[in-house]
């Protein structure tokens, strides 16, 4: 039966050495492109077989190929595949095997993602909570973490570290007067920043860095006249494995940056405007932007660092360097000297461009998994996996193009996530060597049944909910249980073989073993960890303890030094006045590492009338109220392991409410189409509305809600027309607060001036006139063209009613001449 009649089952070939026909070899050299293999296409339409009921389908279930070469990556496949109207399918969430033909779960509402975390928990995004729930391998949710007050969560990218420890990407918006930054900014830009945090297992903020105290805005190729400008556009972040510094990737910079966890300075950047490396392989038609708009990076545990190439910044901006593909790169990074050498890419045939999003995997066996991204919908193909040489070794396409989706992979509630040894009739006095688990468990002292088990097991995936009595570690991928029946109390020494440091993917590596320390709960999965005091034996590659129970062990290594910076304050800034009748929110941020702050508030410069002297955890106070007309001083410094941080100090005055319009200032005149900024000043926190009046009538609303950052740029009557008049005035108000409002003085709107031809008359010498009428107007600037491209202003004169005459003196020059008017 074939896959439409909803067969169950269909027998599928996987391709032997000799099958293979590979049409490209490993590259040899970076500057040559490394196609996919295609040999005799092997298609399954849609998946073949459910676990366990071993049910059929349902008839919706999208249609899909598979091409397995042999030799793909152990792993399940977690993801989405995209139904298709044509046909009749929806998608599905499923978890498939590692041959892509067996689905071991579908769900059209089970939501998965493609963050799985290193103790298997899988991550998903719940925008409405501004936060990540956590779901186990029953789907049942088992945690929840969220950015702080102030702050809107970036769905990009997650990551729950070994630790218990997570980083978290953010966003938030600043308005910032572009007119001052760039040619044709506008005043009342609203620039979206990124902010990436650490939280700890208490959920507490112990690291936060802002994009727009550290990139400048004008790195970026989004374009900046804009009003909403995202301006960075993060897209991931991690944890360098080898020296456990910040990494993260900027798609409208177009660059991947390191940063200093310890001070939150950057250490570099590696592509976009602010490159700081020497490229050596790549592809010089690409200068100087080899890599645009990229996705998804990692270290890997050999130092290179490899990403998602997209190739453009699709709807974020100019594309520096148009290409017709995406790829994968792998550089080696010579930090000390800046110098990034391309040592493996692959993109595939026919090429595939990825707009948006796309992802990579590598795993143990050197394979890569590439998830296309956004041009899975248009090339049919969702992920590919290929060897090292660059041949592919299994894919997953669609039968057309059209349908989208996402695909990891990972080993992930499987068997093979552990090795375990059984030992029967423990007694005190032996030593019982579970050498597949690497472990040898030497019985001091037992007490419990005649027949029981001792059953030791490595566990090759993070512990889960990890705790600490102090600051944590960083903490390895393997961990080892102890467990057993029959018995009450043991006490044993035990030597563990090191924990594999050969590969890593978004996990931490050890430099010096001597360095590692075994901490100790006695519930697995529960409760805190205990540092037990360990020797590391080099002669036998082994760390042990003495006199543990049973219980779950971790391994761990010190995190990077804390060291006390000031913090940035970020409002309200010194000096700065403040609305009396409402609350003030006081907000700065760390520089590095955060354990805690103190934070003082007084009426005098030396701090000795304390209104308030506290200490907290995070970032934000509100003054829920302050006394009127009065000066208040305020300083906050940081506290971590490294001791206490000097203050950072700034003050700020109470004044009465202000809501007060500048501009338009009285007899301005305004044409439609015409392009204003209406700016005023204020101290009010809520949004505000604009209307227009005229005569004292109002006319209409023109603006609802906008924040209230002092301007708005507006395109006069660009929906309706305006009747001419000089009696116009502008109203701004609170939107929540009816009696919070203030008018502008008067001002005019006229229609657009238009030149009648039949008003421009070339005189007996050669000049030319021209009598302009412009109702409503009290001036008018006429402007000069010989081609249309290029304007010259001829003169401005004043008009009486409306109406005036010019004289272009210098026409007798040219022997054509364009004419263009201007108000005012």
Not at 318 to 333: A, F, G, H, K
Not at 414 to 429: M, Q, Y
Not at 783 to 797: C, F, K, Q, V, Y
Request: proline share 6%.
């Amino acid at each position: 039966m074939d896959a439409t009649s909803g067969a169950s089952f269909v027998q599928v070939k996987i391709f032997e050495k000799s099958d293979r026909k590979p049409t490209t070899k490993k590259i040899e050299t970076m500057n040559t492109r490394t196609p996919a293999v295609f040999g005799t296409l092997v298609v399954v339409f849609f998946a073949l077989c459910f676990t366990g009921a071993r049910a059929q389908l349902p008839s919706d279930f999208p249609r899909y190929n598979v091409v397995n070469y042999g030799g793909a990556a152990p792993g399940s496949l977690i993801g989405q595949l995209g139904g298709r109207t044509a046909d009749g399918t929806k998608s599905y969430y499923v978890v498939l095997d590692n041959t892509g033909t067996n689905v071991l779960f579908y769900s059209k509402t089970q939501a998965l993602s493609r963050f799985v975390m290193p103790n298997g928990l899988i991550a998903m995004a719940v925008t409405s909570s501004n936060g990540f729930r956590f779901i186990d391998e029953t789907f049942r949710e088992v945690d929840f973490l969220s950015v702080p007050e102030g702050y809107t969560l970036d769905t990009h990218d997650v990551h729950l570290l070994c630790n218990g420890h997570a980083l978290l990407m953010s966003k938030e918006v600043r308005p910032i007067d572009m007119s001052k930054v760039v040619p044709g900014g506008r005043p009342d830009a609203l620039v979206t920043g990124n902010v990436v945090q650490e939280i700890d297992a208490n959920k507490r903020v112990v690291f936060e860095w802002h994009t727009l105290d550290h990139i400048p805005i004008t790195d970026s190729f989004y374009d900046l006249t804009q009003k909403n400008i995202d301006y960075a556009h993060i897209n991931a972040v991690g944890l360098d494995p080898i020296d456990h510094q910040l990494l993260i990737s900027l798609r409208t910079t177009s660059e991947i940056v390191k940063i200093n966890r310890q001070t939150g300075e950057v250490i570099w950047r590696l592509g976009g405007k602010g490159n700081q490396f020497t490229f050596i392989g790549e592809h010089e038609e690409n200068a100087p932007y080899y890599t645009v708009g990229q996705h998804d990076m990692h270290r890997l545990a050999n130092g290179h660092l490899i990403y998602f190439d997209n190739g453009n910044i699709s709807g974020g901006g100019v594309t520096p360097c148009d290409r017709n593909y995406s790829r994968i790169v792998e550089y080696q990074l010579d930090e000390v000297n800046k110098v990034a050498t391309l040592v493996w890419e692959y993109w595939h045939t026919p090429d595939i461009s990825a707009p948006c999003t796309g992802y990579v995997n590598r795993f143990a066996n050197g394979n890569t998994l590439i998830d296309w991204g956004c041009g899975i919908a248009s090339s049919g193909t969702l992920i590919t996996e290929v060897s090292p040489s660059g041949n592919v070794v299994f894919e997953i396409t669609y039968p057309n193009a059209g349908p989208s989706g996402f695909m990891t992979k990972q080993v992930w509630n499987s068997t093979e996530l552990a090795v375990a040894v059984t030992n029967s009739g423990i007694v005190a006095g032996q030593i019982y060597d579970a050498a597949a688990a690497g472990v040898s468990v030497s019985v001091n002292s037992f007490s419990g049944l005649h027949e029981n088990e001792l059953i030791v097991c490595r566990h090759f995936e993070a512990a889960r909910f990890p705790q600490f009595d102090d600051r944590a570690p960083q903490v390895l991928l393997e961990r080892v249980t102890l467990s057993g029946t029959g018995i009450d109390s043991i006490s044993a020494d035990i030597e563990f073989a090191l924990p594999n440091n050969a590969f890593c993917f978004d996990t931490p590596l050890y430099r010096d073993p001597a360095e590692l320390t075994v901490y100790h709960r006695p519930t697995n999965g529960f409760g805190m960890f205990t540092a037990l005091p360990t020797v590391y034996e080099l002669d036998t590659q082994t760390l042990r303890v003495t006199n543990a129970s049973l219980g779950e062990f971790i391994f761990g290594f010190p995190d990077l030094a804390e060291i006390p910076l000031t913090p940035l304050i970020y409002s309200p800034t010194n000096l700065a006045t403040v609305n009396q009748e409402q609350p003030v929110v006081l907000d700065w941020a760390p520089r590095g590492f955060v354990r805690s702050y103190r934070l003082q508030i007084a009426r005098d410069a030396e701090f000795n009338n304390l209104v308030v002297d506290t200490n907290l955890t995070e970032s934000r106070y509100t003054l829920e109220t302050v006394e009127t007309n009065t000066q208040y001083y305020w300083r906050v410094n940081v506290s971590n392991g490294g001791g206490t941080s000097d203050w950072a100090t700034a003050s700020f005055t109470t004044v009465p409410q202000v809501l007060q319009i500048t501009y338009p200032a009285g007899g301005e005149v305004w044409c439609r189409f015409q392009v204003v900024t209406i700016r005023w000043i204020d101290n009010i926190a809520e949004n505000v509305a604009l209307d227009v009046y005229k005569g004292g009538v109002s006319n209409r609303t023109f603006v609802t809600s906008t924040p209230s950052i002092g301007c708005y740029v507006w395109t006069v009557g660009q929906f309706q027309p305006f009747p001419p008049g000089s009696d116009y005035t502008i109203k701004i108000r609170s939107v929540t607060n009816p009696n919070v409002y203030d008018f502008s003085e008067p001002f005019s709107i006229i229609e657009p001036p238009v030149l009648d031809p039949g008003a421009v008359t070339v005189l007996s010498d050669g000049r030319v006139q021209i009598a302009l009428s412009v109702p409503g107007a009290l001036k008018a600037t006429v402007l000069g063209s010989t081609n249309l491209l290029d304007w010259e202003i001829l003169g401005s004169l004043p008009l009486t009613d409306g109406r005036g005459v010019f004289v272009d003196d210098a026409a007798t020059n040219f022997t054509c001449r364009f004419y263009r008017l201007r108000v005012p």
